[in-house]
């Protein structure tokens, strides 16, 4: 059960146990961490679990696909770091792994 | 209500009979069985002969995702209505063009509804919103849809475009026109009367370009794209800047408008819902996201198969029409439970499909949820009902789902 960090943009910090196999974005759901959306459910189609990871754990997270470099294509807010979180699945790998929620899903 | 009898009963067609492009399914009202059959029997349904011409219909949720998201196989160009580009005034516009110039031309605008931006719009809707009900006659019956719907839609978009405000009514009329000719969507408004009022939304928005041109303080949309050297000359090449413009406003203003109403309908049908927002108005945000499903307020959008493609069993040919029916989608229960009803405290009420999927997802939405949240918390601060003392009268088009009238009275608290 890795643990991760998700820091609102308010600066509220949230570190939750996540299910490895799952998406980041399903855990933070199921767990009730405020600030992602995920209108779509997890399909890489709507842009809402929008996060920014931080540098030290870029790499462990994976590359994002075309898809999902289209998805984020649309965010306005879409830095070098933007990721969606429905495409980030949890391992063992990713212990400790800290990102950071935009302002807004949209 | 005599024209419904000219509707067949969609249980005594057969398959390849149903043809959902008929406007009238949606100026009277009865699109459901259609869908519910089509859904059942023929998810991916062929309709050949169509006043629109051949085209495939997809209406499960599921399906409609993967179309949507599938932008290699499934082209936006050149148009995203269910009829033919219009020859004498072919409009180019960023939601009708696949990646990557779709990006381009979006990312040049989008930053208006960025979040930064709409935090400071949210004290400008409101005020907006409370004198618009403040001036309500309260005990008459009057036209939602005229004095509020179209009313605060209009003074939004104008404010976006930073439009000479006392012309406002010009943008709504155009938002009318653009999608409403009868062979593009089943609409009434003559090839003659669009192509006018198109080139009248031309001259009127190219005059507004050169004026505001080398302005560096302002965040209105014709600002944005002169700013952005991808679109910096875009008013060189009228048909993209034309068509752009008018993506903007309908995109603007049919949805939320047609929202605004749907939300009044939905809660006169559902009165245990009524009864539920005026226990706990802390449901509003949710309710919205429901309104925004109930309604569906674009029926459809379409694609173009870039290549013959097998999809779900059928094999769809290149160039054929493929048309993605959000309302079906949104009443599609192996996606959404009770998905006929209108539940304003749904638990996952953001999970519709009314703001599409993909690259081409609804760039407004968050926009257009925070009108509809403020206009329904300001509601209600003053009324007990918006109550519905007639029939409305709905728009003819298999495209925007609309109300031309709807008539209400007020009940203050």
Not at chain 2, 170 to 189: F, H, M, N, Q, R
Not at chain 2, 275 to 290: F, Q, T, Y
Request: glycine share 6%.
């Amino acid at each position: 059960m890795p643990a991760i960090t998700l820091i609102e943009f308010n600066g509220e910090s949230h570190t939750i146990e996540a299910e490895n196999g799952k998406s980041l974005m399903q855990n933070a759901i199921d767990q009730g961490v405020p600030g992602i959306d995920a209108d779509c459910g997890g399909a890489c189609a709507c842009g809402t679990c929008h996060v920014f990871v931080e540098e030290a754990w870029l790499a462990s997270s994976g590359e994002a696909n075309a898809l999902e470099d289209a998805m984020l294509g649309i965010r306005p807010d879409r830095e070098d770091n933007s990721r969606l979180s429905c495409q980030i699945e949890v391992s063992d790998a990713l212990d400790g792994m800290v990102v950071r929620l935009p302002e807004f899903q949209m | 209500m005599n024209q419904a009898a000219e509707l067949p009963d969609v249980s005594s067609l057969s398959l390849d009979q149903i043809d959902v492009s008929d406007p009238r399914l949606y100026e009277l009202d009865a699109w459901r069985p259609y869908f519910a059959r089509l859904r059942e029997e023929a998810p991916v349904h062929y309709q050949a002969d169509s006043a629109f011409g051949p085209f495939w219909s997809v209406t499960r949720f599921d399906d409609i995702v993967a179309v949507d998201t599938n932008h290699q196989a499934f082209s936006s160009e050149p148009i995203i209505l269910i009829g033919d580009l219009d020859e004498d005034i072919p409009l180019e516009m960023f939601i009708a063009m696949d990646p990557p110039k779709h990006d381009l031309q979006r990312r040049a605008v989008q930053a208006v509804v960025a979040p930064k931006n709409l935090a400071e719009m949210e004290s400008l809707i409101r005020s907006r919103v409370v004198a618009v009900l403040d001036a309500l006659p309260v005990g008459e019956t009057f036209d939602w849809v005229e004095r509020v719907s179209i009313n605060l839609t209009t003074q939004m978009l104008a404010t976006l475009f930073d439009f000479p405000f006392e012309a406002r009514h010009k943008l709504t009329y155009w938002s009318d026109i653009a999608a409403g000719s009868p062979e593009l969507t089943g609409g009434d408004v003559s090839h003659e009367e669009r192509m006018s009022g198109m080139m009248e939304c031309l001259e009127t928005f190219t005059r507004i370009w050169h004026e505001r041109k080398g302005r560096q303080d302002s965040f209105d949309l014709i600002s944005l794209l002169q700013r952005d050297p991808n679109t910096a000359d875009m008013v060189d090449r009228p048909m993209e800047f034309l068509g752009n413009i008018a993506l903007l406003i309908v995109g603007g203003n049919d949805t939320t408008r047609n929202s605004a109403t749907g939300g009044v309908l939905a809660l006169n049908q559902n009165p245990a819902e009524y009864d539920k927002l005026r226990a706990n108005p802390g449901l509003i945000p949710g309710m919205v996201s429901e309104i925004i499903r109930w309604q569906t307020p674009l029926a459809h959008m379409r694609r173009t198969a870039s290549a013959d493609i097998e999809f779900k069993g059928q094999k769809i040919r290149k160039g054929d029409k493929v048309i993605m029916w959000y309302v079906s989608g949104n009443r599609d229960e192996s996606a959404i439970d009770n998905a006929d009803e209108f539940i304003i405290d749904r638990a996952n009420p953001r999970h519709h499909i009314s703001f599409g999927f993909g690259v081409h997802r609804c760039m407004g939405n968050r926009l257009a949820e925070m009108q509809l949240r403020i206009l329904w918390e300001e509601i209600m601060l003053r009324f007990r009902q918006v109550e519905v003392v007639g029939e409305p009268e709905r728009v003819s088009s298999n495209f925007v789902r609309g109300y031309k009238t709807l008539p209400v009275r007020l009940h203050p608290l």
